[in-house]
């Protein structure tokens, strides 16, 4: 019993490093499924860029803004990178950054209601 216990440790290590955003890089990375983002937030250091992957074969279109209750908001924040409709094919990553600013930005998918990604850097 011990490899299986092992076993459930090591999955359990592998999903938590996944879903921090974080890649076996130095570059912070968001998976994106279908119309979604696997997670709705990252934090990450003033300076990094952002790695956005595509895992499905659906293309997206990444901008400056969010969705809220449904309508998109475009909205850049000051000292947010300029991201303006970003096409990201399916199966396929694209960078964002750098992030130079503390702060708190969002980005969205402007093909799909909901889709919100916030980033916070430190």
């Not at 490093?17 to 003033?46: A, D, L, W, Y």
């Not at 952002?50 to 895992?55: F, T, Y």
Request: proline content about 6%; some cysteine.
């Amino acid at each position: 019993m011990p490899s299986q216990e092992a076993g459930r440790i090591l999955h359990h290590v592998q999903w938590q490093h996944r879903s921090s955003g974080s890649s076996s890089g130095s570059m912070p990375t968001v998976h994106m499924c279908g119309n979604n983002f696997e997670q709705s937030s990252i934090t990450i250091s003033k300076g990094q860029s952002l790695m956005l992957v595509d895992d499905a074969s659906a293309a997206h279109s990444i901008a400056n803004g969010r969705w809220v209750n449904g309508s998109a908001q475009p909205k850049q924040e000051p000292g947010a990178p300029v991201v303006n409709n970003l096409q990201i094919n399916g199966n396929a990553s694209q960078t964002i950054g750098p992030f130079n600013a503390a702060g708190t930005y969002h980005l969205y998918c402007t093909w799909h209601p909901g889709m919100n990604l916030t980033v916070m850097v430190q």
